[in-house]
């Protein structure tokens, strides 16, 4: 016992130190893709007292333009922890990442040994499943997570309910329906997290009738999980599978086989046009497998064994939802996303692990160069990863006419400043597909910065045109208006950039700009205070509302709003500077220049701070007057 205990330390310790070299160029990555909405903007992870509105709301709740039916609390649950421990700093998000990849690998270990796989086949799946760069597109994408996290469930649950079905009591009952229920919390393919525990018991050679009963509460927790999905994301969109898909499913099956064997050029999203018919090569690769499959089973039936057949089980469940997933982006063609490989490549790796540990001397050989060669293709291939604009041009050199893609890497570029290579690739991906209305509000985007608000109100006017329900089309459109000093047709499409985005917070923040230049403070303060209700996260809304609120002599929920804008940035200055101002007129003067003085430490040329300053060098502290200019000229937003 305490031998195998030691195995299984130094197995950890090793997949660990495997990862964490393989994936160590990916950890200086920021946010990409959806990190933004899961993570940055999603205001509910930001205190652990706003964990049970977690599973309330599909995934996207805080990006309602993502427009999701995705329900994965569980996978917001673990952002929550990650940003009590790490705030917004990346790196310990990719940490958890690579912490969990290794738990899912080791939990394949642990249920290949319990099925009674030899030790060496095992060890080598595990590595090999740790180690392969297919999963670099879910181990370094910090949205990817939830595919780990139904790896870590139905591995777990696996060998939670082969223990039950061979002895085990109540506590492994329990812990195979708490793995499956934190799995249906985690992606929807979790639902196929029964088939595999009745393979797993199966393959175990337990009694099938006792695993039939044992599986009835997985149909009840399944059931209740489609109530809660219709009701907090909506009905899931079936999408009609037939047999004019076939070719397609083929051809796409044989890329991921591909990018098993030689797993190169890789990128998070491959597309690729429909195919018509089944090409030659596509029928080869089709009988092949079918081949390989069958022998696997007369193997096992030949040698009263069900080893090999439980991971041609495990790819086959794994792969049911593929015909849907592959026409779920029909402007891009055939969409082949690397994560959806990450469960059918725990089958895989079970198949790969007995094929070496069956060979020999040579087996073990051939083994240990296949590993080390995997090793030094992810940690090639991590590098890819280390930031956004590094990831969307290499993506780009393999999938050009992706516009996905290319408009990414125009954002990327904007948010660097490079309002040329944003402009040309924004006015590329138009020139290739002109209704693609991302491309459009980035061009918009880059005029309004250049300071061409005519040609940014055009622009976005268009994208209006091809994206009437945009809430970010109609908000983008506001801001070139209001830029143009055409406030009353801003305020029109701020509110109507609010009613097709409810959940929309800019265009409230707008409303609230608005309203208070024009000196509607209740009309701002009401703005405001929805904006902050969207997005309590927002320092300079926060200043804005305690402007408002002291304009309308509220000064005592001014004064706490100007605190929560500190504590959501401690370098606000226009938040120190206006509680400054309204402590000075409550008599608390050397509280306010303390705050002046923080201030000026961090915008010395502030004229407004040291006249602020130098009226308080005496005894005399800001005359009313003052106190209402001094708030109303403190507006930044």
């Known amino acids: 016992m305490e031998n195998a205990r030691t195995k299984n330390r130094l197995v950890f310790l090793l997949l660990l130190a495997v990862s964490l070299t393989g994936y160590f160029p990916a950890l200086k990555g920021g946010f990409v893709f959806d990190d933004r909405s899961l993570v940055i903007d999603n205001a509910d992870i930001r205190s652990f007292a706003a964990l049970p509105g977690l599973f309330f709301h599909n995934v996207h709740r805080y990006s309602p333009a993502q427009k999701s039916q995705y329900y994965r609390p569980l996978q917001a649950v673990t952002y929550s922890v990650d940003h009590a421990l790490w705030g917004f700093e990346p790196l310990g998000y990719h940490l958890t990442n690579v912490a969990l990849h290794v738990l899912a690998a080791f939990l394949i270990y642990r249920l290949l040994l319990a099925l009674l796989f030899p030790f060496a086949a095992a060890v080598f799946a595990a590595f090999f499943f740790v180690a392969h760069p297919v999963h670099l597109s879910t181990v370094a994408y910090i949205s990817g997570r939830a595919d780990i996290l139904v790896v ?202 007995l094929a070496c540990s069956r060979s020999g001397r040579a087996g073990f050989a051939a083994g240990a160069v296949i590993l080390a060669c995997l090793g030094a293709a992810l940690f090639a291939a991590s590098g890819t990863w280390k930031d956004e604009v590094t990831l969307y041009r290499h993506a780009l050199r393999f999938s050009p006419q992706n516009p996905n893609i290319r408009t990414n890497l125009g954002a990327a570029l904007f948010d660097r400043g490079d309002l040329a290579g944003a402009a040309r690739l924004a006015q590329e991906t138009i020139e290739q597909n002109p209704a693609e209305w991302a491309a459009h509000l980035l061009l918009g985007n880059v005029y309004y910065v250049q300071g061409d608000f ?150 010395p040329d502030d004229a407004e701070l040291r006249r602020y300053l130098g009226e308080n060098a005496g005894a005399t502290p800001p005359s009313d007057r003052n106190d209402r200019e001094a708030i109303g000229s403190s507006l930044t937003s």
């Not at 469930?153 to 708490?178: D, M, N, T, W």
């Open 152 to 353: 870590l469930s139905v591995s777990a649950g696996c060998l939670a309910f082969v223990r039950y079905l061979h002895g085990g009591g109540k506590g492994v009952f329990f812990a195979a329906h708490a793995a499956f229920l934190a799995g249906l919390l985690s992606r929807e393919n979790a639902l196929l997290g029964p088939l595999f525990f009745l393979a797993a018991g199966w393959a175990s050679g337990a009694s099938v009738t006792r695993a039939l009963r044992a599986s009835v509460g997985f149909a009840g927790m399944a059931a209740l999980y489609a109530v809660l999905h219709v009701h907090f994301s909506g009905p899931a969109v079936l999408i009609s599978v037939g047999a004019s898909d076939i070719p397609d499913l083929v051809n796409v099956l044989r890329h991921y086989a591909a990018l098993i064997v030689w797993p190169w050029p890789l990128y998070p999203m491959h597309a690729t046009p429909r195919v018509a018919s089944v090409s030659l090569t596509d029928v080869i690769f089709a009988v092949s497998a079918s081949c390989l499959m069958a022998a696997c089973f007369l193997i096992d039936r030949r040698r009263g064994s069900r080893r090999l057949s439980f991971a041609v089980l495990w790819v086959i469940i794994a792969l049911l939802p593929l015909p849907g997933l592959i026409h779920s982006f029909p402007r891009l063609g055939l969409v082949m996303a690397e994560n959806w490989l990450y469960l059918p490549a725990a089958g895989l790796a079970a198949l790969a692990g």
């Open 454 to 603: 005519a040609a940014s109100e055009a622009v976005f006017r268009h994208t209006v045109e091809l994206r009437p329900g945009s809430g970010r089309a109609w908000g983008s459109l506001g801001q070139a208006l209001q830029a143009a000093g055409k406030k009353e047709e801003a305020t029109a499409a701020f509110v109507k950039a609010s009613e097709m985005d409810p959940l929309l917070w800019q265009p409230w923040r707008s409303l609230g700009d608005l309203a208070l230049n024009r000196g509607d403070f209740v009309a701002a303060a009401a703005a405001y205070e929805h904006m902050a209700s969207l997005r309590p996260s927002d320092a300079i809304g926060e200043v804005s509302y305690g402007i408002a609120l002291g304009s309308l002599g509220r000064t005592g929920e001014a004064k706490r709003a100007f605190e929560r804008a500190l504590r959501i940035d401690p370098r606000s200055v226009d938040a120190l500077k206006n509680l400054g101002v309204t402590l000075a007129n409550e008599g608390k003067r050397r509280e306010a220049v303390a705050l002046w003085k923080r201030a000026i430490k961090l915008s």
